[in-house]
């Protein structure tokens, strides 16, 4: 057997026995989480201020070594450490090709790990995780990079590239306004757009401890309220996960500008269609796309041009998942030794 991490409700969460993955296609890697860390819907779960009810096996954000290789999958091999998708894709569909992996059309709607949607595909809070179509779905970790703080490469990291560096390249030297509100999307779209040459940045939030990680990332920080409009600038990101902030995102965007908005969003939000309109206001929402930005993404962080380790909150062993993450910090990384010889198996807890 095997063991899993479990949200059961807001604020509770168990260690359970799972059956031990095992290769059934060709394609198949197992692997064992190294380095899990939460996405911010994870501690927007935790906290009980989603639709999402329990129980199911948490986590969608991992290093990983890989332990054993289905005959399909051969360019991988265990003792690597490889960078695991939050999402399923087969890479060879019309809309994989299309750069459209988080929308697979041999997966169900919305299949991804550590989450109640599209089946159930266990956590990267486990033991051992399988990982089907591996090919698409990991890429490995480049050599002499420590795993630690790189564990949300599989989400985060590469969304916080893809909501700024391709709208910068389109627009060089463009002012970028993010508004936060939730977690550290917001804080890797702040650093993304200064690395990526981003005339100004300016960052919102109504968090002291998220304004002062923004201000070391380069940005210029304001503190709540969130104002109605806060300029003009050609780019902007909400990842504010309310209302008022989505609204200021889309009424500071300047005519022609993009305006992306990363979610986080449970209610009705009535949109100022007239605004949007009368501007020609690109808006653009959606889960991010995740694999297609991996390499794209850990170029920036190999160069040393973004630093993850100033948007991780704490580093904590893996043993103590249950614990620190029933009232989780913006951004826990829980890790444990690459070994090959042991799966770690933590006792079981009912918080």
Not at 200 to 218: N, S
Not at 245 to 269: D, K
Request: aromatic share 8%; net charge neutral.
């Amino acid at each position: 057997m095997s063991q899993a991490l479990r949200y059961v409700s807001p604020n509770r969460l168990e260690w359970h026995e799972v059956a031990r993955p095992a290769i059934r296609d060709p394609g198949d890697v197992i692997v064992r989480p190294v380095a899990s860390t939460t996405c911010d819907l994870d501690v927007l779960i935790i906290r009980g201020k989603t639709p999402f009810k329990g129980p199911f096996d948490l986590g969608h954000e991992c290093i990983a070594e890989v332990m054993e290789v289905g005959e399909g999958a051969l360019c991988f091999h265990p003792g690597q450490l490889v960078i695991v998708s939050w999402h399923f894709s087969c890479g060879a569909c019309h809309r994989c090709a299309r750069g459209l992996m988080n929308a697979c059309v041999y997966h169900p709607p919305g299949a991804m790990f550590g989450m109640p949607v599209g089946g159930k595909w266990g956590g990267l809070f486990s033991d051992l995780v399988r990982v089907p179509f591996a090919r698409a779905a990991l890429l490995p970790l480049p050599s002499g990079l420590e795993p630690t703080h790189l564990a949300s490469l599989s989400d985060n990291i590469p969304l916080g590239y893809e909501l700024t560096v391709p709208r910068l390249e389109c627009s060089p030297g463009a002012d970028v306004l993010v508004v936060g509100g939730v977690g550290s999307i917001a804080l890797f779209a702040v650093a993304f757009a200064k690395a990526a040459g981003a005339g100004r940045v300016d960052y919102l939030d109504a968090d002291c401890g998220r304004l002062e990680i923004a201000e070391k990332l380069g940005a210029t920080v304001r503190g709540a309220p969130v104002p109605r409009r806060a300029g003009s600038y050609r780019i902007t990101v909400d990842a504010s996960g309310s209302a008022d902030g989505l609204l200021c995102a889309m009424r500071s965007t300047e005519p022609g500008g993009c305006c992306s908005s990363v979610g986080a969003q449970f209610g009705h939000t009535a949109m100022p269609m007239l605004e949007l309109h009368t501007g020609g206001i690109h808006f653009y929402t959606g889960r991010g796309k995740g694999r297609p930005h991996f390499e794209d993404a850990l170029a920036f962080v190999s160069a040393g041009r973004v630093k993850p380790e100033l948007i991780t909150t704490e580093v904590k062993p893996f043993e103590q998942s249950h614990e620190v993450l029933r009232e989780p910090s913006m951004k826990p990384i829980l890790v444990r030794s690459t070994t090959l010889s042991t799966a770690f198996r933590p006792k079981a807890f009912a918080s």
